[in-house]
């Protein structure tokens, strides 16, 4: 790898966007996982004085998890 090469990996998140999940219904119980997940993952960027000023990108993981991306 060169100094100067960026590798980033990510999840593949096989449910799309939340978005697309929500279209297929909710129940509540994934209602309030995803807000758990996107809540600790603002609190964990605040913790790293780390300000997010325009999520957009929350995608749901094979295991119905939120993850907050950069689209």
């Keep these: 790898m060169c100094q100067d090469e960026v590798i980033i990996f990510m ?10 999940v929500a279209k297929q219904g909710l129940t509540e119980v994934v209602i309030r996982r995803y807000t758990k997940d ?3 993952a603002v609190d964990c960027l605040h913790e790293h004085n780390v300000v997010h000023r325009d999520i957009k990108g929350i995608v749901s993981s094979r295991t119905f998890n939120a993850l907050l991306c950069s689209l």
Excluded: K, M
Aim: net charge negative.
């Design 11 to 20: 999840e593949y998140c096989s449910h799309g966007t939340i978005e697309e």
């Design 38 to 40: 996107i809540l600790t």
